[in-house]
């Protein structure tokens, strides 16, 4: 983990659209994040950076096993994950919240079922509530799930409101406030911190100039 370039796991997806100018702003080459060919590894060009290409849920994992130095996540997926890293830098990015909603207008029974893609966040949201809900996992379109029966509520990413409007449902109440973090396995934050502390600072800036 300590020698080679410094790597850092980006999520594939819509994500990556908002992240390039991030990185551009802080000097970093994003040619290789942008490039469109189907490597999962790709080093900058001076070979000090090296992008990991995954699936948003499994940065976290890859980050805290130490696979992989630095990974860029939402605060949704590290909330559900729990996993133990570091958070240096909130990238002021994809920001939306997680919400509990439901058909507009229909009060949800005492004991809901709840849908979502995040089962731990959902349980421990209901539990400290003291609701007894009954959480229901799904991998996607959760939306779809009260439509057609398969539960009462849900508990999903909220963005712009739209796939809730579009599909008759409100939101009942906030859960958590999400954006994009820059995330740190915690031996490599200790071990590199020579090439890390500069690139979190460079990307600092590059955040600070965003807003
Ligand atoms: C995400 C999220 C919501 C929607 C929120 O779904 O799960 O459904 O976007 O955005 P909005 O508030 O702007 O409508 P996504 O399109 O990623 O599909 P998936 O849930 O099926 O993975
Ligand atoms: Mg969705």
Redesign the pocket.
Known sequence: MNEGPLSIAVPKGRILKALAPLFSRAGLDVGPLLADDRRLVRDDAAGRLRYVFLKPDDVPTYVEYGAVDLGIAGRDTLLEKKADLYTPLDLGIGRCRLAVAGPRGKPAPDVPRVATKYPRIAADFFAKKGIQAEVIPVS????LAPLVGLSDLIV?????????EENDLEVIETVAEVSTMLIANRAAYKLRAAEIRPLCEALGKAVAEAA
Do not use: A, C, F, P
């Not at 996607?140 to 939306?143: A, C, H, L, Y």
């Not at 999903?156 to 809730?164: I, N």
């Open positions: 996607g379109s959760v939306e999903d990413v909220v963005e712009t409101g739209k796939t809730l």
